[in-house]
């Protein structure tokens, strides 16, 4: 039979190698997309469709949202969208990668 505190170590063991996994998966990944943003034109060209997509979605959400009566949760797709869109182009302006 397991006492109270074996009980409580083999939990925590247990969540600190699934931490450590997760934390390894996580830095792999960062890696991983960090090594195709620079090397690929088309990864980058993507993600930025992708990243405006989701941004023209937020705003029409909130169009949406607004007519069926929910102004609260309208009002915050409408910001979030457009706050996303203006780091966006503000990047794209300032932020330009040199050739």
Same mark, same amino acid.
């Given at each position: 039979?397991?006492?109270?505190?074996?009980?409580?170590?083999?939990?925590?063991?247990? %969540?600190?190698?699934?931490?450590?996994?997760?934390e390894?998966?996580?830095? +792999? #990944?960062?890696? %991983?997309? $960090?090594?195709?943003?620079e090397?690929? +034109?088309?990864?980058?060209?993507?993600a930025? $469709?992708?990243? #405006?997509t989701a941004?023209?979605?937020?705003? %029409?959400?909130?169009?949406?949202?607004?007519?069926?009566?929910?102004?609260?949760?309208?009002?915050?797709? #409408?910001?979030?969208?457009i706050? %996303?869109?203006?780091?966006?182009? #503000?990047?794209?302006?300032?932020? +330009?990668? +040199?050739?």
């Open positions: 039979m397991m006492t109270e505190q074996e009980f409580d170590r083999k939990v925590e063991a247990m %969540a600190d190698q699934l931490g450590k996994k997760i390894d998966t996580a830095d +792999r #990944f960062d890696r %991983a997309v $960090t090594r195709k943003w090397r690929g +034109r088309w990864f980058r060209r993507v930025r $469709t992708v990243s #405006f941004e023209a979605g937020l705003i %029409a959400g909130a169009c949406f949202l607004f007519r069926s009566g929910h102004r609260v949760w309208g009002a915050i797709c #409408f910001w979030l969208g706050i %996303a869109l203006l780091f966006d182009l #503000f990047r794209l302006l300032f932020l +330009r990668r +040199r050739p």
